[in-house]
């Protein structure tokens, strides 16, 4: 079983910045593959970024590409997503989610976070 917690959302202007963090509690937590997805209302879960947990390789969907970073602590067995010059656009609850796959399909993801809101204001 894995648990997820975020932590970090909140309200933001256009052009700030936030991080977000997820902590994992996991025995074997190299073994996964982590993930930020987000979804804004009315609208369907969508990637964002993700991590492999043993290699630390990342893929980013392109909207976020060259503002938002993932990066991870071993040792806190925590994901962090540092999210740079915010849009109103980015607006939206933003889940951490935990797979065995790298994959940017949210079915492919089998525990998840109770998600934590973003706004950014224009």
């Known amino acids: 079983q894995v648990q997820l917690v975020e932590s970090g959302g909140g309200l933001v202007q256009a052009g700030g910045s936030l991080r977000l963090s997820c902590a994992a509690s996991?025995?074997?937590?190299?073994?996964?593959?982590m993930a930020w997805f987000r979804q804004a209302p009315g609208k369907e879960r969508e990637f964002v970024v993700g991590?492999?947990?043993?290699?630390?390789?990342?893929y980013y969907a392109d909207s976020v590409k060259g503002r938002f970073t993932i990066s991870r602590d071993n040792a806190k067995n925590t994901v962090y997503l540092q999210m740079n010059l915010l849009k109103p656009e980015d607006t939206a609850v933003y889940y951490c989610?935990?797979?065995?796959?790298?994959?940017?399909?949210?079915?492919?993801?089998?525990?998840w976070g109770q998600g934590t809101q973003v706004t950014v204001s224009s």
């Open positions: 989610a935990a797979g065995y796959l790298r994959s940017s399909r949210a079915r492919d993801y089998g525990y």
């Open positions: 996991a025995r074997t937590f190299s073994s996964y593959a």
């Open positions: 991590i492999n947990w043993r290699s630390g390789s990342t």
